[in-house]
Structure formats: structure tokens, C-alpha cells
């Protein structure tokens, strides 16, 4: 899901996935209730916004946890062990917490790093609308997510949803629904008349730009779900593995599709279950023919979906190389020449012309055309870097006017053991 408005909530957990190499029935509809503001959830207090605060890149070794960093100047911005996902609309970071006693949602703005408070309460998951007006989050209670709401980006006419919740929500690319997990599942949420729709075997899915219909991933294949029908198209079978990554134009997406790949190094090679799913590239005028790009990483949409960058995984071939291909998977070409170093992301930038990536020790921008490799930030320790929008949660890095790349640093990066 390229740039998708959908972020899940990202915890700590999430550092030790960079080591691994290994007829739609319709739900009653929720009942809406009105709140007059974010209360704090019971036994809660809350802690006042904290503001991000601008260090010594050279100290970034001694930290852990959310950064934001200014390519242009060089300046850096500690977020402690926060992350969060940029606004659609200018550079703002929506922080969410939860599960450690300082939960909530705050925006911070850059380059101020100033902190709004927003809703006060343990967060599992939350997503910009698109306009960036509003917020829809899922709150946590003791067994986990509880709750759905929407508020307003300045804290006030928060409003329940449902009694439903998950790990992951999304809003529409037309701001007229609201996605969000459950269980094995979604729900579908329609904001004008808070009728809720129920859309079974669905562990993986993205909006397409229509607004109106959805990709759906399961253990059955690759399906088109259409909102005002109710109709579920299959376009192929198989085992669909993980995260949809759409193109911008909606015209392709690329996803884990078939059966795992053997690894060749490490303490699990050989081990079917340990292995790694190909990423396919399927093309929505004729899915019928889908193009595989192998078991690898990270694919990532250029901005004009054009193109496609990934990192090939070392684990099966030996080498940890970022390779940018056209849009159908044709023509793949090698950018890195660092082949023992694990890498993360790719991020490409607005104009599509660079890609940000993590490796170990390093965060640093390549040259897309020529090559040329730039490094922004670095530690001898070989510490590692993390890009996490890409990798995990599906968005971008790069902050809407491509000025800032919000990052994590801690932990090392594994290669395969």
C-alpha cells in the first residue's frame, strides 16, 4: 500500500523483524455515541505533550527510539521511543501510544517541534482522513483494541464509531469510509450514515483510488471487494501472505503470493516455514498474468508508479542489494554495491529521482539515475537505522513536502540468523 493512509500501531516488537529471515453478510449497524471530549480512559493520567527535541546528529548513537531528520540542513529531532505518521498535508507527525502508561495521540510540527495533545487514553491503531481534518483511531483496553472513533484534528468533536476495533485502520481515498481489522476480517464503516459493513477472510487489504472498492488478501487468493454491490471479485488464487503494496495510479499492486522459498544461509536455511514468499506484481487490467520479482523485500512504488525499488533477500541469494525494475518487474537494475549489509526501505523521494535506505550504521540517499550515494546520518558502532513506513505500516517516510525522513534508530540489523 504505497502511501497508504492506514498505519498500524508500531511496537517495539516491530526492531526484531528486521533480523527474521524467516456474499459478504452485513453487520448491524454500531451505535454512534457523542463525547464531548477526549476523555482520559479510566485509571489513566495523562502526560503533557511532549515536544520533539532538536540534538547533535553525532549523538544520535547514544539514542534510541523516533527521529525526524531535515536533509536539506542537516538538523536532527529526537522523538524519544515514539513514531508516528506524517499528516497528508503539510509536516505533521501523528504520535500515537499505548501499553506503557503514556498513551494518546499528540501531533508534532516541523521544523517547531511543538506537541498538541489530541485525545488522551491508550491508542492501538490511527489514520490521517485524507484531508488531514480529522483522525480515526481505535482505543485500547486491557485485552486489547476496544473501541472506534474519529475526532477532529484540533481535539475537539471526538465521536465513537463502534464497539469494534483492531490493529489497523484506513480511511477511504474519498474520505466517505473508514477500513479497520477485525480479527481475520475488516469492517467497513460508512461516515455519512454510520452503517458498518463486515467483509470476512480479508488479512490484508488496500483502498483503491476509486474509494468505492478494495483489494483483499487472503489464504484463497487475491480478490476486488466493490462497497455499493457487496460483490467479491477473484482475480487469483493462491496464498496472499502479507501487506498490498498499491501503485499511485491504482493500476498494479505487488504482494506475497504463493508458497514460501527456502533459505540458503543461516541456522534456518532449508527450513520451508522459515522461508520467504515471492513478491508478485499484478496488473488490475489483466491479473490473469502476474509478473514474480522473487522472494524479496520491501517493494516500493515510485512516486509516479513507473517503477519499483526493492532489496533482494540475502538470505536465499547471498547478497542484500536495493534493484530498481519498471513497473511489470522488466529491466531490474542493481543500485548498491554493499552486498553483506542488510538493507532497509526503499523510500523514494517526492521527485522520484533518489531513494532513502537504512543499512547497517547508516541512513543515506542514492542517486537513482547515477548511483551516486550520499549519506546523512551515521555511527561507527554500526548501529542500525530503520525506515519503518515502507517496510511495515505502508506509508512514506518523507514528510509531504519532502524536506524531513522520520526514521528510528536502536538494535542492530540482523542478516540471517
Not at 79 to 89: A, C
Not at 96 to 104: D, K, R
Request: proline letters at 8%.
Amino acid at each position: 500500500m504505497v502511501r497508504s493512509l492506514a498505519v498500524v500501531a508500531v511496537l517495539p516488537a516491530l526492531l526484531a523483524l528486521a533480523a527474521a529471515c524467516g456474499g459478504t453478510p452485513r453487520a448491524a449497524p454500531p451505535s454512534p455515541t457523542a463525547q464531548p471530549s477526549a476523555s482520559p480512559t479510566a485509571g489513566f493520567t495523562p502526560l503533557p505533550p511532549l515536544p520533539a527535541e532538536l540534538i547533535d546528529p553525532d549523538s544520535v548513537a547514544e539514542r534510541s527510539g523516533g527521529f525526524v531528520l531535515d536533509v536539506r540542513t542537516g538538523k536532527l529531532w529526537w522523538l524519544r521511543d515514539r513514531l508516528g505518521v506524517w499528516s497528508p498535508d503539510e509536516s505533521t507527525l501523528l504520535i500515537t501510544g499505548c501499553c506503557i502508561g503514556s498513551g494518546g495521540i499528540q501531533l508534532i510540527d516541523f521544523p517547531s517541534g511543538k506537541a498538541t495533545g489530541i485525545y488522551h487514553g491508550d491508542v492501538a491503531a490511527a489514520a490521517w482522513s485524507p484531508d488531514g481534518g480529522r483522525v480515526a483511531f481505535a482505543s485500547h483496553g486491557p485485552n486489547g483494541p476496544r473501541d472506534l472513533y474519529v475526532v477532529n484534528r484540533d481535539g475537539t468533536g471526538i465521536r465513537k464509531l463502534s464497539g469494534v476495533a483492531g490493529w489497523e485502520v484506513g480511511w477511504s481515498p474519498s474520505g466517505d469510509y473508514v477500513a479497520l481489522s477485525a480479527g481475520t476480517g475488516i469492517n467497513i464503516f460508512d461516515m455519512s450514515t454510520d452503517e458498518a459493513t463486515a467483509v470476512p477472510d480479508a488479512y490484508a487489504w488496500a483502498w483503491l483510488p476509486n474509494g468505492s472498492s478494495l483489494a483483499l488478501a487472503s489464504q484463497a487468493g487475491l480478490s476486488i471487494y466493490d462497497i455499493a454491490s457487496g460483490e467479491r471479485r477473484q482475480i487469483a488464487e493462491g496464498l496472499a501472505q502479507g501487506a498490498i503494496r498499491l501503485s499511485p495510479d491504482g493500476s498494479r499492486l505487488a504482494l506475497p503470493f504463493g508458497e514460501r522459498v527456502a533459505l540458503n544461509y543461516g541456522p534456518y536455511a532449508g527450513t520451508p516455514e522459515a522461508g520467504v514468499p515471492p513478491i508478485f506484481v499484478f496488473d488490475l487490467d489483466d491479473p490473469g498474468n502476474p509478473v514474480s520479482l522473487g522472494a524479496v523485500r520491501f517493494p516500493a512504488w515510485s512516486p509516479g508508479g513507473k517503477r519499483i525499488a526493492y532489496v533482494s533477500e540475502g538470505c536465499i541469494t547471498g547478497e542484500w542489494a536495493i534493484f530498481v525494475a519498471a513497473a511489470d518487474g522488466s529491466d531490474a537494475r542493481r543500485l548498491t554495491n554493499t552486498p553483506n549489509a542488510f538493507k532497509e526501505g526503499p523510500e523514494w523521494s517526492l521527485d522520484g529521482s533518489t531513494i532513502a535506505f537504512a543499512t547497517q550504521g547508516e541512513l543515506a540517499l542514492i542517486d537513482v539515475d547515477s548511483g551516486r550515494l550520499t549519506s546523512l546520518l551515521s555511527t561507527e558502532d554500526g548501529g542500525g537505522f530503520h525506515l519503518h513506513a515502507s517496510a511495515w505500516g505502508g506509508g512514506s517516510a518523507w514528510s509531504p513536502d519532502g524536506r524531513y525522513l522520520h526514521l528510528s534508530a536502536g538494535g542492530g540489523h540482523g542478516v540471517c540468523d
